[in-house]
């Protein structure tokens, strides 16, 4: 049975092709040369420089964490190119017929077409390659509602009132190693705002490929959502088969005013490695939402790629009645890492968190669950339910939970359990016995696992998310 | 390194005995150790700044104390008085198959032995272990005889006058098929400082039953550890009854060495004022077949803090292991924290193991509801929220340990305030 | 009759499940339409048999042959014997959480659908069928969109088997104690349901305790399964026999070694 799966496990990655596209890149290697040069290539005004150097100082003094139940080499910052754009981006397209055709193919191989004509109705999508934003769809029509979706170097040219304010005041530029890199160094990302009372009307959409070798990947995406407004976000991942581990630093910060409800989808599926470990992407991200009162901030995360995953997008529930939410599926398989969590730290009085987090491991992986829940004083009512189960396939993978609860009143409730199972040989059993050959059965049962956090997953996400466990897991049986 | 770390040491160098060459390893490892602070995960909520600033003693003249009565309890006394195995107060006569004694005046073939056992089953990781590897004044060497069960059981108490500083430390082997119950006791008065630290190795079809008490509370600083190597079958049965003190760490180790071990540890603590009391819980499925229960509830007030460690740890082999983690809190007011961190680290796919933590509130209307109807608030807050600390008392295997420690917790839980 | 081709023949078959011998010897020929019944005293080996005949892991075959349709059954993955045609209503059903019903019934019929290289049901249709089944054995269509027989109660598992045959249109349905655990009605219900779905190529083994059942689904066969091998057949009388005697009757003393084994 074990066998099975584990053959069942080793499946090709589908986005694991190089684009040829001619680029621009950086000389590896970083120093405040290299800070100054991203952002004259950027354009950027004297303000965003002097902060990226602060924080590059910052981040000099700092260590990498530790902590982690990680295993990787020492990563050598110095030889890594910071920048690296499509040379077509140059001057920047003005409209998608100016794209080049390469990259335009590039993202409908990876099923993201960016021809508005043929997108799913309802997604506007920025698509970043390597450190530059290529192309936002349906940019026009989101203007229409006043909602700004734009890449985050243009926002800093166009809303700097809006970045100063909001850029750093989630996660604070030393907030940790990588999240100091990422505020000296990153290139673009998105920023959205959406104002008061809006629904945005449509399903925003980040795309982020990392092509170039040798190249990290520093996004940084801002969200505000002011009082009353209403976003759904989604993020997906991919880059190319290399040898080499790619580093990947993202920051996101969101905030949430008043009243204000952000959902925040992510699909990740960098690069895992092969199966022996070689290649894949180190992802070392930072995300963190802010909910004021009444606000709802809601993260949905499908990890399946990456070498290794250090990532605990988190709610801070400052304002009275906020409300945070983490749904995770993370699966590990090859000699995938994944330490990832969430971290709900409540403020407000009344608040409330759900974290539902789903782990599966399989071949020589190991997943591990790391969460915090914290009842300051002032967080009268508050109630917490977490919910980690770990599903194990194969006896030479690692499924762990490490949470932390502190709790500091009195009337905070807080529920945490967690579980630990297999696949087991009767579930298999009956399925073969109605037909369905072992690949299938174990795609299922798996499915069945994360269903909780699926259903969270906006539709066409759910379905990408469902299809990517069953490609993930084809060859684990057999 | 803190001073009062460097003075240990220092103080330590200076002894030479049977146990030379593990205290020499046990100097080494300390000298690389880093003094915890915050960012040290093991003592994350636990500051050692009582450490620091203890200004106990080692006290060298005779001091005359004695362990109390428990009415109906029997035991065979094992006594330190601070810190120096009381031979005085040790059960003249005793059963059977069961030896005691101190290990400078064992005969060398027994004394190698016990040399050899020596920190064996403790983990190098506990810094105070170390410490009492290097400064254990008395060790004393308990073992029972194969297949042979002693009816009475076994009490430590490690008694503590103002100011004294004492390191204990004993090593209970139980051979095949024995069996035995232990009772671990402290017993402090104000500004004291003690490291207490008991091996026990229970080997298969042996059975083991297990109490620890820690119910100094005030300026002491109380810092131990109880660590339990189970053989193919063993059992055992621990229950631990904490009230804190100034700084109160506690260790458990348990390790499933054999197949089909069985364990269950039960720990309740209630902690008020400013009292802070610390439990690391670990396990440690090394084999298949082996079972864990753990329950361990906890009620804290005033400005106390209470901080678990529950860990969980499935080694590749442990195949078949069935482990779980019950964790439920009380917390009384809102400057009282409660720290708790259950962990599982799982490396075998054919195993249950669950943890569930929970941290709840007395409630308030029920308690106002009964108060209206004439009940103190005292009485009424133990008729709605004892039965949950109650419940463990029930498991305990002695009555007479149960009907003695019962009116004890519920006295001190009648007297928490609800803020 | 006796010149039609069988469905199912078991010849010698000795099988084993963690190196214990269950199956001893067994010998059982079915023909297409036909119903057998199997009776016998606890741990006699029934369900093995079931398990054995659908090919689950740990079961091995020792000796004996057994062919399904004249092809060898003791060579086919489990699934493959599934798309065959052979259907095992369990005697303790496994849950699957998470797994919706509807979900878990469609991709099997597609599963045997694509093995008989048909296209996929519509899921229209399908829901259909579905929904039409769920009334047959009398469960809420509700069940439809819950786990897998994911906090069912015992009865409504066994319902949620026969719905199951229903839907994948078996040519071998082995029910094993699909009556326990049943109230009255639901007796019933699974008769009724399988004598519905009676047919001349069709056949079932149904494996039970209690002449109950087979007053409502006449059997053409009762077979007395015990220590692993069928120690009496006979016609529907013998269930009625046996009923009025037990089993005592047929078992052959044990031997001494045996009983140390
Ligand atoms: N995995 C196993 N390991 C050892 N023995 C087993 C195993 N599975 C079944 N058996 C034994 O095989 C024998 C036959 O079991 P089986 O379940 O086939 O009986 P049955 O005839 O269906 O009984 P019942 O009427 O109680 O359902 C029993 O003695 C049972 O204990
Ligand atoms: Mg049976």
Known sequence: MTEQIDKALAREYEAGFVSDVESETFEPGLDESVIQRISEMKGEPEWMLEWRLSAFREWLEMEEPDWALVDYPKIDFQAISYYSAPKSMKDKPKSLDEVDPELLRTYEKLGIPLIEQQMLAGIAVDAVFDSVSVVTTFRDKLEEAGVIFCPISEAIKKHPELVKKYLGSVVAKKDNYYAALNCAVFTDGSFVYIPKGTRCPMELSTYFRINEQNTGQFERTLIIADEGSHVSYLEGCTAPQRDENQLHAAVVELVAMDNAEIKYSTVQNWYPGDENGKGGIYNFVTKRGICHTSAKISWTQVETGSAVTWKYPSCILKGDNSVGEFYSVALTRGRQQADTGTKMIHIGKNTKSTIIAKGISAGKSNGSYRGLVRMNPGADGARNFTQCDSLLIGDQCGAHTFPYVESRNPSAIIEHEATTSKVSDEQMFLCRQRGLDPEKAVSMIVNGFCKEVFKELPMEFAVEAGKLLEISLEGSVG | MSEWLESAITRARGINDWLAPKRAHALELLSTTKWPTRKTEAWRYTPLRSVERSTAKVIKDVVALSPVDIAGLSAIELVFVNGKFDASQLTKILPEGLSISLGQTLENAQQAQALNAFSTIKPERHLFGLVNDALAQDVVVVSVAEGVEIAQPIRISSLLSHGAESHTRVQVSLAAGSRLAVIEDVQASGDSLNTAFVEYDVASNAYLEHYRFALQTGTNVAIGGSHFNLHDHAKMHSTIVGFGSDLSRLDTDIIHAGQFADAKLNAMYLLDGKELFDLHATVEHAMPNGTTEENVRCIVADRARAVFNGRIHIHRDAQKTLAELNNRNLLMSNTAEINTKPELEIYADDVKCAHGATVAQIDKQALYYLQTRGVSRSKAQVMLNFGFINELIDLMPNAALAEWIRPIIRERFSQMEVK | ?261
């Not at chain 3, 959480?97 to 599963?111: I, Q």
């Not at chain 3, 066994?158 to 094993?176: F, G, T, W, Y």
């Open chain 3, 1 to 261: 009759m006796s010149n039609t081709k069988s469905l199912l023949t078991i010849k010698d078959l000795h099988a084993s499940v963690e190196e214990k011998q269950i199956i001893k010897g067994l010998d059982l020929d079915i023909k297409p339409g036909e119903v057998h019944a199997i009776m016998g005293p606890n741990g006699a080996g029934k369900s093995t048999l079931g398990y054995v005949l659908s090919g689950r892991d740990g079961y091995s075959v020792e000796s004996g042959s057994v062919t399904l349709n004249g092809e060898d059954l003791l060579e086919m993955e489990t699934e493959d014997r599934a798309r065959a045609g052979l259907f095992l209503a369990f005697q303790y059903p496994v849950e699957i959480p998470g797994v919706s019903n509807l979900e878990f019934l469609k991709a099997s019929v597609d599963a045997q659908r694509e093995a008989r290289g048909e296209d996929a049901i519509s899921s229209a249709d399908f829901l259909k069928e579905a929904k039409a089944a769920c009334k047959q054995v009398n469960l809420p269509v509700a069940f439809l969109k819950r786990g897998v027989n994911e906090g069912f109660s015992g009865g409504e598992k066994k319902r949620n088997e026969l719905m199951q045959m229903l839907l994948l249109k078996p040519k071998l349905c082995i029910l094993d104690e699909t009556d326990s655990g049943l109230d009255i009605d639901a007796l019933q219900v699974v008769a009724e349901g399988v004598n519905s779905q009676r047919s001349a190529d069709r056949s079932f083994i149904v494996v039970t305790h209690y002449q109950r059942l087979l007053d409502y689904i006449k059997p053409d066969f009762v077979h007395v399964l015990s220590d692993g091998k069928i120690v009496k057949s006979g016609d529907a009388s013998l269930a009625l026999e046996l009923e009025a005697q037990g089993y005592a009757w047929l078992q052959k003393e044990p031997a001494e070694d045996e009983l140390e084994g």
